[in-house]
Structures are given as structure tokens and as C-alpha cells.
């Protein structure tokens, strides 16, 4: 298991890469990551800080049991709060929690059927393996929408929400950013077919769910993209790891 100081590290990362590669959102969206195993202790980004800003040090540790929090100088973003504090502790073998509202994940989300259709490799990465939450209830900010939507996950690591953007969860940082990274491109791919008005040539569901499973033949690649994305931060802007 990492120790907290690794942990912080690697999230700030991903805030950075998030940023770099576009798909963050003013100062908010929000990544978290459990410390202790429960889940009930965590880790994520300060109230309205840019993610480009983020460092390990400055990610604030938090305690969903303590909302004592809420009302003081240091109070966390409560849609943030309502919704990683509650799929923390409701799914606390979910370590890390990725949300944003990356712009093609968002566009899908808002079709009137927001489903990733198995059109390549990268869609067919989320054939049978993503869940769909239909029923936005505009921005979450208390505790019953934040558990509502725990339990849309239905035991996926990727949560498609509908009129609203995307959530993954991970067992680390780098195979939740990864989750994200592909499930951006799926999202991209199914927007860009879309747009050209011809009929998709959807893959077979054998032909889906092989091509899903043989992406399980490659998850070592989630750490080694993450820590060839950290050695570009260790050169390119090395702040991140303060
Ligand atoms: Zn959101």
C-alpha cells in the first residue's frame, strides 16, 4: 500500500495532467483519494484552487465523519464534500475518485441515449463496464444526492452521468487515470462518428465483450503511462511533488 506521501504525490499529478490535457473545469471539479480503509479519510483538492496550483502539500486531508469543517475558514467545496465523501465511505475499495466534466464525456452525457457504443478498441473498453445515472438531480450539494449517486456505480469503476459529465474510480491513481484518459477518447470517438451522420458499424456483442476482456491483458500499462507522465512533470514542472 502507498504511504500518504506517495499518494499525494500521485494526485497531484493527475491534477496536472487533467489540466494539461484540457478537461478540467474553472476552479471546479474534484479528485480524491481514500487514506485510511474505511474510506472515511481523504484526500482532495481545496475549494476553488486551480488544478494547475495543486501539490502534494496542499491537498487537504479530510474526515467525512468530521463535517465540523464544513463551517469553518477551510470548508471544502460541498458538492465535492456530498459526493467523494459518499462514495468513499460507501465504496471504500474504491481508493480514488476521478470527476469531471471533460468536454466530449459531457456531450455524450447529454444525448437522449448517452451509451458508449462498441465502435473500437477504446469504446469497447467500456462495453459492459461502465454505469449510467439518468436521473440529474442538478448540482450535488447534500448528503442524499451524494448517495444517490454512490450507488448508480452498481459495482463499475465508471460512472457515465447523464446531463452532467463523468466519474471514475480506481484501486490506485494511475489505473483511475487511466479509466479517464480512455474513457475521454471513447467519448471523443462515439461524438466524432456521431457528427459524421452515417449509419456506426457497431462490433458484435461476442466481439465487444473479447475486445473488453483483452484490455485486462494490458492494465500494467495504466502504471507505466502514469509514471512516464510524472517523469515529464519531474522535468517540466517539478512543483507538483512539493
Ligand atoms: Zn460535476
Redesign the pocket.
Known amino acids: 500500500m502507498q504511504t500518504e506521501q506517495q499518494l499525494r504525490i500521485d494526485l497531484a499529478a493527475a491534477f496536472r495532467w487533467i489540466y494539461r490535457m484540457d478537461m478540467h473545469e474553472s476552479v471546479?471539479?474534484h479528485l480524491s483519494a481514500a487514506v485510511s480503509e474505511d474510506g472515511k479519510r481523504f484526500l482532495m483538492n481545496r475549494k476553488w484552487m486551480h488544478f494547475k496550483h495543486v501539490r502534494a502539500s496542499n491537498l487537504q486531508l479530510l474526515d467525512s465523519e468530521d463535517d465540523s469543517v464544513k463551517y469553518g475558514n477551510e470548508a471544502p467545496d460541498l458538492?465535492a464534500w456530498s459526493?467523494h465523501g459518499n462514495v468513499h465511505k460507501s465504496t471504500p475499495e474504491a481508493r480514488v475518485i476521478l470527476?469531471?466534466?471533460s468536454s466530449y464525456a459531457t456531450a455524450l452525457s447529454t444525448l437522449k441515449d448517452p451509451r458508449i457504443l462498441p465502435l473500437d478498441n477504446n469504446t469497447a473498453r467500456f462495453y459492459e463496464r461502465i454505469a449510467y445515472d439518468t436521473d440529474f438531480g442538478g448540482?450535488?450539494d447534500t448528503d442524499e444526492e451524494g448517495e444517490r449517486i454512490g450507488a448508480t456505480f452498481k459495482g463499475q469503476k465508471a460512472l457515465m452521468?447523464g446531463n452532467?459529465?463523468i466519474t471514475v474510480l480506481g484501486e490506485t491513481v494511475a489505473e483511475a487515470f487511466e479509466s479517464l484518459y480512455y474513457l475521454e477518447k471513447a467519448c471523443k470517438t462515439m461524438i466524432l462518428a456521431y457528427s459524421t451522420g452515417k449509419p456506426l458499424n457497431v462490433l458484435s456483442h461476442e466481439l465487444a465483450r473479447d475486445t473488453a476482456e483483452s484490455w485486462d491483458d494490458y492494465a500494467g500499462a495504466a502504471d507505466a503511462h502514469f509514471e512516464q507522465l510524472k517523469g515529464i512533470l519531474d522535468i517540466e514542472e517539478p512543483d507538483y511533488k512539493e
Open positions: 471546479a471539479n458538492s459526493i470527476h469531471v466534466h448540482i450535488a452521468m452532467h459529465g
